[in-house]
């Protein structure tokens, strides 16, 4: 790919050790602007538009959510989402490398960030807010330690001006006086803890807003969540199997 080269001169070591684990520790979150530079967000922008314009993503659905809970979860999250790995998928290979210098930058925090043991992620969520006024209520990304411990959102959206599209990512920072207000500009990645630390908003969307986004796990707490689901659904295995 023509835009490699220019991901490949940045200094992604110095970024994570000297600017985003600071951040982390201290204030909960970061932003980084100009991540890839404009060729290389270009490719991304267009495969995410791409996306959008075949009809692959869908309504966004809350976790634990039934159909007939459609409305109420409008209500809550007004965006259209598919799932990328990253891996395998042709036509995303712009996608791909996105995820490939994230994982870099993360794989350089991850031992730095305390007891936090951070190995794997999660697929990466393609998102689009329609510009109807949608928007996600205040919510947190992780309330219930099912192993997400560091959300990373990259923002696709050109010539973007807060007073007018709105789409501002609002953090509420846990014990702190004030709220941070993140505009989603194109080619910026947000880094935040996915806890209770982090309480954040999606405000309204006036304008066709984009973002990818991905999630990190804490080995340990990701573990422990899928015992503690395996143990919830063994009793009703064990009973459609003995009722057959």
Not at 14 to 24: D, F, G, H, I, K
Not at 45 to 67: K, T, Y
Not at 73 to 79: C, L, W
Request: hydrophobic share 35%.
């Amino acid at each position: 790919m023509p835009f490699i080269e220019h991901v490949s001169d940045l200094d992604l070591e110095r970024l994570a050790l000297e600017r985003v684990v600071p951040a982390l520790l201290v204030h909960g979150f970061y932003y980084v602007d100009g991540l890839l530079g404009e060729p290389a967000g270009d490719s991304v922008l267009e495969q995410v538009m791409e996306m959008h314009r075949s009809g692959a993503l869908q309504d966004g659905r809350l976790a634990g959510s039934v159909p007939g809970g459609v409305h109420r979860s409008r209500s809550i999250r007004g965006d259209q989402i598919a799932w990328v790995s990253g891996s395998e998928d042709r036509g995303r290979e712009a996608v791909s490398f996105l995820l490939h210098v994230i994982d870099q930058i993360i794989g350089v925090c991850a031992s730095r960030l305390g007891s936090k043991k951070i190995r794997e992620r999660s697929k990466a969520m393609v998102a689009c807010y329609p510009g109807n006024g949608a928007g996600y209520v205040k919510h947190v990304d992780n309330p219930n330690c099912d192993g997400r411990c560091i959300t990373c959102i990259y923002y696709l959206n050109k010539n973007w001006s807060a007073e007018e599209h709105g789409g501002v990512l609002r953090i509420f920072p846990e014990g702190k006086s004030y709220v941070a207000d993140i505009k989603p500009l194109f080619d910026r990645l947000l880094f935040f803890w996915s806890d209770r630390r982090n309480p954040h908003e999606v405000q309204p969307s006036y304008a066709t807003r984009y973002a990818i986004t991905v999630w990190y796990f804490d080995s340990e707490e990701r573990a422990e969540a899928k015992r503690r689901f395996r143990d919830l659904t063994a009793p009703g295995l064990q009973h459609s199997s003995s009722s057959r």
